[in-house]
């Protein structure tokens, strides 16, 4: 894809958002979109008092299946003849949101009647739907996919070269093959991110109105569509996928829309008019261990067998809710299955190394944490890898779809790094705030696999950063200054056919942190840019599930996924005054070009923390 210019005609002057990095946008926006239902989709479920291995696994299938759909409803009819005769599912970068809601939800009507969730449960999605695609219409804004029609209002937008609409536009003449940018396009993407806000307004306004149980996703559902009717107007009829043909003066697409605006709305008119109250839903029985078995299976099987279908970030938002559910699913099954008075004695066969340092060491712990009330710590780290990754060109054929034709090159890229850092934690009975700064420096190098020709970086940075935290959530942030480079992963579109190099570069790079859940129990967290000595030059952003296991404050496992593969991280209070922690990360790929075998991807971080200056 070549420079992408986004040019709003109310400026004088372009906004550049700069080329490749285009999908890395799109890519960006996906995953937040997916997070933020996540985090508002279980708070919902929990306000219902939905008991919470239920419904993670009810959004996990859930999910699976909408992604699924909004990508299978794109194929074209050559596109089933080759997914029936070879048993394989050819790839797509297409999308239709209709799909997704489609299979989506007959997986979740299915799940739910396992679990036997009341329908009424619908309505834990209303808001999160229409919220998660205006956040994921502006990447599509940014990148130039489903783009608008011409216009001549002040608002309208030009795209540079290679994007979409420019591709669009001169095949059907409106400009010239070597034209810098299109003529000014309808923002539709920003259009469907206003309706998305719309929609979650009126729904927060008229919620507690709304008496029947899924009516409030039945309103969603109804006016997102209504909308969505008729800004289709202002789409190109060529930026779609699926539904962008002409029928009785109107795009499949809108008759599409209009018919499930109007189901939405008569059926929530119907309900309401024959409502009655309801005794209140008991959700309080545990889910059948059989339904529990057979939903995890289902989602965990599927999901690795279609691992290498399914795209980065399409994989990275199913793990969003895959991992939470596996988890607390294997706790809930581990429970179930063990006899109280021994489950502790199970645990310890299960987590042995883990528990007899616990024992050996809780001695010299502070038998009260809380008359802690601060201390100073230094960090020394290291962290080696050795990893393959690729770069894709784009020669003919729109940026996204099946009848693209793209040409790759694959790197082979090791690393070292070596840091220290120094910092202060301020610890009340509620709270501990914590600040530093990092040191970190390393050497890169790369090699171009077709020509053999290696090229070594200094890696060099300087990470100042904070850190609150309370029992229940906790929120840091920092900034990385020096020279930072970093593997295109996921985001790997470049603008020549034949890179020298398949990394970026930056003076500068943001740093941020989350947790959910409390750390001595059961807790999600994440992070960008977050990884002890440095996350340069590969694993820059990180979501995981992770336990303390009852130990004291400074022992945790975690495992997760990263942009460069899963990870499993241990650290230890090895006593009051030393913690340790290692973090190991794979990744099994598919056939790099170049390559004679499947390419493992391996690194590993180690750190040690000193504790002093404890102020009791």
Known sequence: MGNLVFTLNVFSEPILFGGSQAGFYFDFFYILAFLVATIWMICEGRQMKIPLVSWLLVLAISRLFFIIGTKVIAFSFADWVTAVYQLELPQTTEKVIIGGFALGLAAFFVAIRLFKIHTGSLDAMAIAIPVSIAIQRIGCLILGCCFGTSTHMPWGVNYGFGSPPHFHQFQVGLIEATATSTTPIHPFQLYEALNG????????????????????????????????????????????????????????????????????????????????????????????????????????????????????????????????????????????????????????????????????????????????????????????????????????????????????????????????????????????????????????????????????????????????????????????????????????????????????????????????????ILFADGGLANSLPSPFPSMRAEIALGSGFGLPKGNKLRVGTSNFGEFIQAQALITKSWQASATYSWRNTHYYIGTSQEALNRQFFVNLQYRFNYKE
């Open 197 to 520: 806000i719309f929609v979650a307004v009126l729904l927060l306004i008229v919620r507690k109105k709304v008496k029947s149980q899924g009516g409030l996703f039945l309103i969603s559902i109804g006016v997102w569509a209504g909308i969505r009717t008729i800004i289709e107007f202002f789409r190109d009829p060529y930026a779609h996928a699926m539904g962008g043909e002409i029928w009785g003066g109107l795009k499949v697409m809108q008759w599409i829309l209009f018919g499930v605006s109007l189901f939405a709305l008569g059926y929530f008119y119907l309900r309401e008019k024959k409502w009655r109250l309801l005794p209140a839903s008991n959700y309080s029985d545990p889910p059948k261990q059989a339904a529990v078995w057979l939903v995890l299976m289902i989602s965990v099987c599927m999901t690795w067998l279609l691992r290498n279908w399914l795209t980065g970030p399409e994989l990275f938002a199913m793990n969003l809710m895959l991992i939470p559910a596996l988890f607390i699913s294997a706790f809930y099954l581990f429970k179930e299955n063990t006899i109280p008075s021994f489950r502790w004695a199970t645990l310890a066969l299960m987590v042995l190394p883990l528990l007899l340092m616990s024992q050996t060491l809780k001695e010299n712990l502070p038998s009260d944490s809380t008359r802690t009330r601060g201390y100073d710590f230094f960090n020394v780290g290291f962290s080696s890898g050795d990893y393959y990754s690729e770069t894709s060109f784009l020669l003919s054929g729109p940026p996204s779809g099946c009848g693209s034709s793209r040409t790759f090159e694959t790197f082979r890229n090791e690393y070292w790094n070596a840091g220290f850092g120094y910092g202060r934690t301020k610890i009340s009975e509620k709270d501990a705030f914590s600040y530093g700064a990092n040191i970190s420096m390393g050497q890169y190098g790369e090699e171009k696999i077709s020509t053999a020709i290696t090229s070594d970086r200094f890696l060099f940075s300087i990470n100042p950063y904070v850190q609150y935290d309370v029992k229940w959530f906790g929120i840091g942030g920092g900034l990385h200054i020096g020279n930072l480079y970093w593997t295109r992963a996921p985001e790997n579109l470049v603008d020549t056919p034949s890179p020298d190099t398949g990394t970026l570069k930056s003076p500068i790079y943001p740093q941020a942190y989350m947790r959910i859940g409390p750390e001595h």
